[in-house]
């Protein structure tokens, strides 16, 4: 029995409720009340949520680095009752927070929380302002989905208590998503066996959700290293085995691969190791490689290949090659149920209403950055996304792991500005400003009456899982891309992170001395160039 699932079995039994709990048959009447209720709740608690958001866009920690974030999420979680299972899948940073009412549906809600590298901003401010100069920010704006999913996951606690509604939440992070470095263990190690559904969310400029396959690519994480023998560069360099040479070499190979890529496939690479200093030759080094494409055959054919590039350039140049997988995500398909029956409340709730100060922030960013489109926010919400016919390609996320395991749904909430570069600056402008809290309570809604919809009515989740189970999973299997041996390699960023947090603690939010960060800040919203 995996931890998770005796965590499960001790909540239950320590609460001592009983199965009769989730036999309990609602009307219509009732479900239409209880979703009023949990509405009104996030509503009542938007407060909290605009603190939370704030609060984990000052901590700006990378993937792995998450300490800060992970640990004010978690104390909020245990303060309000849940049962906190630390460093899951040897990733200091993850957690599981469980609360259950019983017997009834296991939901889990999930949203990253890592920052990007150089994206450091001032909030509310549509120039390039950093807060601190090269240090991580939230250019991506996964400062704001966990605070949302407590949100929402603390209201309908508190529906469930007071009518003895059954049913079990579990919150987890998306750690190092933008290392694609962590669903895919949590996968490998059961963490989701015994959980009925996913929701997940993502910040983005619409309130939307899609079913089916979607844009956009799954991808393997490698990196190939190298190790020669040193020599003077210039006294005796026919001693030297260049590791340099290997890895630059596979460089090239692969760059003559690209010519006979299909178009639907993607992939980058840096040097992460290069050698020290001209005059030795460089005895290691080391090139690291995302390969993407749109099917998972399509994935390891690429690995295949590149594995094949560097045991040649390994060849040539009389060194050793060994290699790591630093990270891995399938390509996505969502549940078809999960997503009608939430798009039904989105359009209930519908986008919040903008003040001129946000849209006037949102076209000057948008100015700034010289996007096509001069629009400013969302007025009309998008509509149902539905499957992708013919494949098109794009960024991947490593929620495809967990897609493929549950049935899933990712909700995209609006807090963040249309027609920006992504993983920049720019889109950590909006993160800390009243366009992210609004943003963040519309979600927090959506997702709260999806949650009471698939508690009450149980014949909903018979339902996704017979999509997942007979269409989703009919013809596609789920095979792991990562062995019983690949560790997630929590080291990355701790160097970077290491050198900005002193100078980042001094910016951290105060929430007891400013009713918001850009209060503490000192920036007069919205701050733009006359």
């Not at 009983?18 to 609602?26: D, F, H, N, V």
């Not at 407060?47 to 992970?70: N, R, Y």
């Not at 259950?100 to 994206?119: Q, R």
């Not at 360099?237 to 590791?243: F, H, K, T, V």
Request: charged share 20%.
């Amino acid at each position: 029995m995996k931890t998770t699932n005796i965590l499960l079995c001790g909540i239950m039994l320590f609460t001592g409720v009983t199965s009769s709990i989730a036999q309990k048959k609602y009307s219509k009447s009732q479900i239409k009340k209880f979703k009023a209720e949990v509405e009104a709740l996030v509503e009542a608690n938007k407060k909290q949520t605009q603190v939370m958001v704030d609060k984990i866009f000052s901590f700006a920690e990378l993937g792995f680095q998450e300490e800060e974030s992970s640990k004010y999420l978690t104390g909020i979680l245990e303060d309000n009752g849940f049962t906190v299972e630390h460093s899951v899948s040897n990733i200091p940073t993850s957690w599981f927070a469980t609360w259950s009412n019983g017997e009834g549906p296991v939901i889990a809600l999930g949203s990253d929380v890592d920052c990007i590298p150089k994206a450091s901003q001032y909030p509310g401010v549509a120039y390039h302002k950093p807060i601190v100069e090269g240090a991580p920010g939230h250019g991506e704006g996964h400062n704001a989905g966990i605070p949302l999913n407590i949100t929402s996951a603390l209201a309908v606690k508190e529906v469930m208590e007071k009518e003895g509604i059954g049913g079990t939440l579990i919150l987890w992070p998306g750690i190092a998503e933008e290392l694609v470095a962590a669903k895919a263990w949590y996968v490998r190690d059961g963490l989701f066996d015994d959980i009925d559904m996913c929701i997940f969310t993502h910040v983005s400029s619409n309130l939307s959700v899609s079913w089916g396959p979607t844009r956009g690519t799954g991808l393997i994480s490698v990196e190939y290293m190298f190790e020669g023998e040193a020599a003077h560069s210039a006294g005796a360099p026919w001693r030297g085995r260049s590791a340099l040479d290997a890895a630059e070499l596979m460089n090239v190979g692969w760059n003559y691969k690209r010519e006979h890529l299909h178009p639907l496939k993607r992939s980058h690479s840096i040097f992460t190791d290069a050698g020290d200093q001209p005059n030795v030759v460089p005895s290691k080094a080391a090139i690291w490689f995302y390969f993407r494409d749109v099917t998972y055959e399509g994935i390891m054919e690429m690995y295949a290949e590149a594995n094949d590039i560097a045991k040649g350039a390994a060849m040539m140049t009389g060194t050793k090659m060994t290699s790591r997988v630093l990270g891995t995500a399938w390509p996505r398909h969502f549940n078809k149920v999960i997503a009608e029956t939430m798009y039904e409340n989105i359009k209930e709730i519908g986008l919040p209403t903008w003040s001129d100060a946000d849209q006037k922030l949102a076209k000057a960013v948008q100015t700034e950055m010289k996007s096509k489109r001069i629009e400013g926010l969302p007025t009309e919400l998008s509509e149902l996304g539905l499957p992708v016919l013919e494949p098109v390609s794009g960024g991947s996320d490593d929620i495809g792991d967990i897609s493929w395991k549950v049935p899933t749904v990712t909700m995209r909430f609006p807090s963040n500005i249309p027609g920006l570069p992504g993983h920049h600056w720019a889109n950590a402008i909006a993160m800390a400003t009243p366009i992210a809290h609004k943003g963040a309570t519309a979600g927090a809604k959506a997702e709260a009456m999806t949650i009471m919809d698939f508690l009450l009515k149980p014949e909903l989740l018979t339902q996704a899982w017979d999509y997942f189970n007979n269409e989703q999973t009919k013809e596609t299997k789920y095979e792991p891309m990562i062995s019983a041996d690949d560790m997630p390699p929590t080291f990355l960023n701790k160097d970077k992170q290491d050198m900005f947090r002193p100078a980042l603690e001094k910016y951290y939010y105060d929430e007891t001395k400013y009713d918001s960060y850009l209060e503490q800040l000192g920036v007069e919203y919205p701050t733009v160039k006359e």
